[in-house]
C-alpha cells in the first residue's frame, strides 16, 4: 500500500536530487517565457503581423499560465503531484514540438497556448513539492526554487537574442522540447501519493477563470468591456462559492488575515521586480542606445546575484523565520529602487549597481512569503493557496507592465519627485521609480504591523 504523504521520509539524497531537478524544469519552464520577448519582432515580420496581433504570443501565454498556476494548485491537493507533472511536461514539449514546425500564426499561438497550458504545472508544484515532501527544509528548498526563477528570467533574454539571432525564432522552442528529459527522472523520484478525498468545483473554476480572463484583457488591452467581463464573472464566483459545500476556494482561507496579508505582500514586492524589469531595457533604450544583447548583460549581474542570495536566503528563513527574511527583503527593495530613480542617467555600470541591489530582493521575497504561507494554510489545502500565491505573482507583472507602460506613454514630464535625481530626459523613469520606493515603504509598514510575533506562535501546518 502507498504511504501517504504525512508517513513520507525523504533521505538527504533524494532530496537534493528532486530540488537540482526542480531547478532544471524551472529554467525550461522560465526561460520559455523570456526569450519570446526578444522574438516579437522577428515573428512580426515573418508573418507580416501588427504589433496588436503579435502581442498574443506573450499575453495569451500569459493568460493560460497565470489561470493554470491556480488550476494546478487546486487539483495537486486531490491528485498525485506525479501525474499532474507528467501531463504538464509532455504537454509542455508537444505545445514546443508544433511551435517549432508551425507555418502560420494560427499554428504557432496553438502552440503558445499548449505550452503554458502544460508549463503552468511547474511553478505552481515547484512550491507545492518541498511544503509538502520537504517539510523541514522547505525554507532552503523555496530559496532555490526562487533563486532559479530570478537567475533564469535574467539569462532568458540573453539566450533568446543569441539563439533568435544566430539561428531563427523557431529554435527558441527546441530549449522547450529537452524538459522531456527530465521526465524519467521525476517520474522516478517523485514520492508516490495516493489520490486524497476532494472534489473539483467546475463552475467556480470557470467563474474565477474568466475572471482573470477579463482582467488580463483589460490589463493589457484596455478593453473596457472585458473589466465588465471581470465584474460579472467575480460576483457569480462569490455567488458559486458562498452556495456549495466544497467551493473552488474555501472563503475562510480568504477571510484569514495573515494569508491575505502574506500574498498581498508578496504581491506589491513582485509589483516592484517586475516594474523594474519592464522599465529598465525601454530606459536602456531611450537614454543609452543600448541593443538586445547589452541589455540583457545590464540585467544579468542582478540575476547572478539573486541566484546566489537566494539559496543563503533560504537557509536563513530555515533558522530565523519568514518575518526578519521578508522584512529585510523589502529594504533591499526599497534601497534598490530609491538608488535607481536617484542614479538614472548616469553610467550604465552604475545602474547596473542599483539593479543588483533590487535584483536580490526578488527570492527572498518569495521563498519567505511561500514558506510563510506553510505555517497559515491547512495541510489539505496547501496547493489552492500556493496556486493564489502564483496566480497573484503573474499578475503583478500583466499589471505592472500595463501601468508603466501607460505612464511613459507621458513623455513631457517636467516635476521631478526626487529631489536628488537629475532632471531632464531621464525625469519619468526617477519618478517611476520613487514611486516604486514609496509603494515598498508602505508594504514594509503594513507586513511589519500585520506579522509582528506571528512566527512564535505557529507550527508548521505540514
Not at 549597481?353 to 527570492?363: E, G, N, R, S
Not at 526626487?418 to 509598514?445: D, K, Q, R
Amino acid at each position: 500500500m502507498t504511504k501517504s504523504v504525512d508517513s513520507l521520509e525523504l533521505t538527504k539524497e533524494q532530496k537534493n536530487k528532486l530540488t537540482l531537478l526542480l531547478c532544471i524544469i524551472l529554467t525550461f519552464t522560465v526561460m520559455n517565457g523570456t526569450m519570446f520577448n526578444v522574438a516579437i519582432p522577428d515573428i512580426s515580420e515573418e508573418f507580416q503581423l501588427l504589433p496588436s496581433q503579435v502581442s498574443w504570443v506573450m499575453t495569451g501565454y500569459i493568460l493560460v499560465f497565470a489561470i493554470g498556476s491556480l488550476m494546478y494548485g487546486k487539483l495537486a491537493d486531490i491528485y498525485p503531484i506525479k501525474t499532474l507533472l507528467t501531463f504538464g511536461i509532455i504537454l509542455f514539449a508537444s505545445g514546443a514540438t508544433l511551435g517549432f514546425f508551425s507555418q502560420n500564426y494560427p499554428m504557432l499561438l496553438a502552440a503558445r497556448i499548449l505550452q503554458a497550458m502544460g508549463g503552468a504545472t511547474i511553478p505552481a508544484l515547484s512550491f507545492i513539492i518541498p511544503a509538502r515532501f520537504m517539510p523541514n527544509e522547505r525554507g532552503r528548498v523555496f530559496g532555490i526554487v526562487s533563486s532559479t526563477v530570478a537567475f533564469a528570467s535574467g539569462i532568458g533574454p540573453i539566450a533568446g537574442g543569441m539563439i533568435g539571432g544566430s539561428l531563427n525564432w523557431r529554435f527558441l522552442f527546441v530549449f522547450s522540447i529537452l524538459a522531456l528529459i527530465a521526465l524519467p527522472f521525476l517520474r522516478r523520484w517523485l514520492p508516490k501519493e495516493e489520490k486524497r478525498p476532494g472534489k473539483v468545483d467546475i463552475l467556480g473554476a470557470i467563474f474565477i477563470a474568466t475572471a482573470i480572463i477579463g482582467l488580463l484583457l483589460f490589463i493589457t488591452n484596455g478593453d473596457w468591456y472585458a473589466l465588465f467581463l471581470t465584474a460579472t464573472a467575480f460576483l457569480l464566483f462569490c455567488w458559486r462559492t458562498l452556495s456549495i459545500e466544497q467551493p473552488f476556494i474555501q472563503p475562510s482561507m480568504l477571510k484569514n488575515k495573515y494569508y491575505s496579508s502574506a500574498i498581498i505582500t508578496s504581491y506589491l514586492g513582485t509589483t516592484a521586480m517586475f516594474g523594474m524589469i519592464f522599465v529598465i531595457p525601454i530606459m536602456a533604450r531611450e537614454l543609452y542606445s543600448l541593443n538586445t544583447i547589452q541589455i540583457g548583460l545590464l540585467l544579468f549581474p542582478g540575476a547572478m546575484a539573486a541566484g546566489i542570495i537566494g539559496q543563503f536566503g533560504g537557509k536563513l528563513i530555515d533558522k530565523h523565520g519568514s518575518y526578519p527574511i521578508t522584512r529585510i527583503a523589502f529594504l533591499f527593495v526599497i534601497v534598490g529602487t530609491f538608488l535607481l530613480s536617484t542614479f538614472i542617467g548616469f553610467s550604465p555600470w552604475i545602474v547596473t549597481l542599483c539593479i543588483l541591489v533590487q535584483y536580490i530582493a526578488f527570492p527572498l521575497i518569495q521563498s519567505s512569503t511561500a514558506n510563510l504561507l506553510t505555517l497559515i494554510v491547512p495541510r489539505e489545502n496547501t496547493g489552492i493557496g500556493i496556486g493564489m500565491f502564483n496566480l497573484l505573482n503573474f499578475l503583478a507583472g500583466a499589471i505592472a507592465s500595463a501601468i508603466f507602460g501607460s505612464i511613459l506613454d507621458l513623455k513631457d514630464v517636467s516635476i521631478l519627485l526626487n529631489p536628488l535625481a537629475g532632471n531632464g530626459t531621464n525625469t519619468i523613469y526617477a519618478n517611476l521609480f520613487i514611486g516604486l520606493t514609496v509603494s515598498s515603504i508602505i508594504a514594509f509598514l503594513f507586513f511589519s504591523i500585520i506579522f509582528k510575533g506571528f512566527e512564535k506562535t505557529k507550527t508548521p501546518s505540514n
